[in-house]
């Protein structure tokens, strides 16, 4: 007996592996199960995914739905791994809980690089593992070292088709191979969906901003957050728009839209909020946008490559400039958001929906980025990423990367070798304290 197990943790991620699944990109198995993964804060306040509308339109996919909370309670799905030395009796207690027997067991997990996608790969030991991903994330490095252990079973890495030729650098350490789900089959499955938006607001062709919540991530101040949203309804009303629907992120705190509220009274723009919870794939298809706008979200690129409307981003500069460290896991789909999607600012590349790169141009640059990020996980890449460095030393190139960590790893566009001690200088640094002080008081 064969039983596959299925985790998930959004409903977006469940419509995946259903179209997945009904494209033929999984073997049969006599069993499978969708094992649900709430990692909100707080799962006891927050809903699951087979808790929202639609869910029962991709039920019928999965013999069984088990609740992973449930089954480790008290523990937060994110934040518990079981020791080694328990490893065995965790299996054996999972088996029992999931009726799984003495079956073969197949995972197919979301982020692999963290928990609970790592816990389950690392409890059923020898089980092949198949990892799915749906956002922009998988384009760029695994954010962490894998143990070989888990790393050498995973067989391919499936994802949507957002950018077209690109292919992702997700565990390729591994030699894993990247799969696209179907992009006829996505549309299908999410269309399916389409009905279960709730009481949406009858809005014809708005303009659709995308929140992001990025102050909960440290990235902005939740001043900086507002000023973002501000410019976003400004940015709609210097192209003319005067319908604009707001979808906050579901955790964003309720001042984002009073302040955003206020600037569309400002510019006389007619502002819909939608307060219920629902995918922005819903919203393309009954609302079909003028003009998607956000920061560096994956809706953005879905907007684009799935439904074919048109986009436009604000604030990739600022954030390719705060992310810290720079490995930060967010740091190649705000690079591919900023390199392929107009700036809203620029209304002629907004109107002719221009892109700054080709997919072949972009490929090269992701990869450079790839290592600059995870140096020790793709050294094969350094010598790529040097010509590619080299061949593009411009400021329209080098802004994806920061001059201090181009320096620590000997690429070009680093500080020169002889000077290269200045920024780690103690007495350099105080030197130029003094200077830039004693001009500051000169010019007072």
Same mark, same amino acid.
């Given at each position: 007996?064969?039983?596959?197990?299925?985790?998930?943790?959004? @409903? $977006?991620?469940?419509?995946?592996?259903?179209?997945?699944?009904?494209?033929?990109?999984?073997?049969?198995?006599?069993?499978?199960?969708?094992?649900?993964?709430?990692?909100?804060?707080?799962?006891?306040?927050?809903?699951?995914?087979?808790?929202?509308?639609?869910?029962?339109?991709?039920?019928?996919?999965?013999?069984?739905?088990?609740?992973?909370?449930?089954?480790?309670?008290?523990?937060?799905?994110?934040?518990?791994?079981?020791?080694?030395?328990?490893?065995?009796?965790?299996?054996?207690?999972?088996?029992?809980?999931?009726?799984?027997?003495?079956?073969? +067991?197949?995972?197919?997990?979301?982020?692999?690089?963290?928990?609970?996608?790592?816990?389950?790969?690392?409890?059923?030991?020898?089980?092949?593992?198949?990892?799915?991903?749906?956002?922009?994330?998988? $384009?760029?490095?695994?954010?962490?070292?894998?143990?070989?252990?888990?790393?050498?079973?995973?067989?391919?890495?499936?994802? @949507?088709? @957002?950018?077209?030729?690109?292919?992702?650098?997700?565990?390729?350490?591994?030699?894993?191979?990247?799969?696209? /789900?179907?992009?006829?089959?996505?549309?299908?499955?999410?269309?399916?969906?389409?009905?279960?938006?709730?009481?949406?607001?009858?809005?014809?062709?708005?303009? #659709?901003?995308? *929140?992001?919540? #990025?102050?909960?991530?440290?990235?902005?101040?939740?001043?900086?957050?507002?000023?973002?949203?501000?410019?976003?309804?400004?940015?709609?009303?210097?192209?003319?728009?005067?319908?604009?629907?707001?979808?906050?992120?579901?955790?964003?705190?309720?001042?984002?839209?009073?302040?955003?509220?206020?600037?569309?009274?400002?510019?006389?723009?007619?502002?819909?909020?939608?307060?219920?919870?629902?995918?922005?794939?819903?919203?393309?298809?009954?609302?079909?946008?003028? =003009?998607?706008?956000?920061?560096?979200?994956?809706?953005?690129?879905?907007?684009?490559?799935? $439904?074919?409307?048109?986009?436009?981003?604000?604030?990739?500069?600022?954030?390719?400039?705060?992310?810290?460290?720079?490995?930060?896991?967010?740091?190649?789909?705000?690079?591919? +958001?900023?390199?392929?999607?107009?700036? =809203?600012?620029?209304?002629?590349?907004?109107? *002719?929906?221009?892109?700054?790169?080709?997919?072949?141009?972009?490929?090269? =640059?992701?990869?450079?980025?790839?290592?600059?990020?995870?140096?020790?996980?793709?050294?094969?890449?350094?010598?790529?990423?040097?010509?590619?460095?080299?061949?593009?030393?411009?400021?329209?190139?080098?802004? $994806?990367? %920061?001059?201090?960590?181009?320096?620590? =790893?000997?690429?070009?566009?680093?500080?020169?070798?002889?000077?290269?001690?200045?920024?780690?200088?103690?007495?350099?640094?105080? /030197?130029?304290? %003094?200077?830039?002080?004693?001009?500051?008081?000169?010019?007072?």
């Amino acid at each position: 007996m064969t039983t596959q197990i299925f985790q998930a943790s959004t @409903l $977006y991620g469940t419509a995946t592996l259903a179209a997945a699944l009904d494209s033929g990109c999984f073997a049969a198995a006599d069993r499978r199960i969708l094992l649900v993964c709430n990692n909100a804060a707080t799962p006891e306040t927050t809903p699951a995914l087979d808790a929202m509308p639609g869910f029962e339109r991709l039920r019928d996919r999965f013999d069984d739905v088990i609740s992973y909370n449930e089954t480790i309670f008290p523990f937060h799905p994110g934040g518990w791994s079981p020791r080694v030395d328990d490893m065995p009796l965790w299996e054996r207690f999972l088996r029992h809980e999931w009726r799984l027997g003495d079956d073969d +067991v197949q995972l197919a997990v979301e982020s692999i690089q963290v928990n609970p996608s790592h816990a389950l790969a690392q409890i059923f030991t020898g089980a092949p593992v198949t990892v799915y991903a749906d956002g922009l994330m998988s $384009y760029g490095p695994t954010r962490n070292k894998i143990d070989p252990l888990v790393g050498t079973r995973v067989d391919r890495v499936l994802h @949507l088709d @957002l950018v077209p030729g690109l292919k992702p650098l997700l565990l390729t350490e591994f030699g894993v191979p990247g799969e696209t /789900v179907p992009t006829p089959a996505v549309l299908k499955t999410l269309a399916e969906l389409a009905p279960f938006g709730g009481d949406l607001p009858r809005v014809e062709e708005p303009v #659709l901003l995308l *929140g992001q919540y #990025l102050s909960a991530l440290d990235i902005l101040s939740a001043e900086e957050e507002e000023d973002l949203h501000a410019r976003m309804v400004r940015g709609a009303a210097r192209l003319g728009h005067k319908r604009v629907v707001f979808k906050p992120h579901p955790s964003a705190p309720t001042r984002f839209t009073r302040s955003l509220e206020e600037e569309a009274e400002k510019l006389g723009v007619d502002l819909t909020v939608l307060d219920t919870p629902v995918l922005a794939e819903v919203l393309y298809q009954r609302m079909r946008p003028a =003009l998607v706008v956000g920061c560096f979200s994956t809706a953005l690129l879905t907007a684009s490559a799935l $439904y074919h409307l048109p986009v436009a981003r604000v604030g990739t500069e600022l954030l390719l400039d705060r992310l810290t460290p720079f490995e930060n896991s967010n740091r190649v789909p705000v690079t591919i +958001v900023d390199a392929l999607v107009p700036d =809203l600012a620029d209304r002629t590349a907004v109107t *002719g929906q221009r892109q700054g790169m080709d997919v072949t141009a972009l490929g090269g =640059l992701v990869r450079a980025v790839g290592f600059a990020m995870q140096p020790k996980i793709l050294p094969r890449l350094r010598e790529e990423t040097e010509a590619y460095l080299t061949a593009h030393l411009n400021d329209g190139i080098l802004r $994806y990367f %920061k001059r201090r960590r181009l320096t620590a =790893l000997g690429l070009p566009g680093g500080l020169p070798v002889q000077m290269a001690f200045i920024p780690r200088n103690a007495t350099v640094r105080r /030197v130029a304290r %003094k200077a830039r002080n004693l001009r500051r008081a000169v010019r007072r």
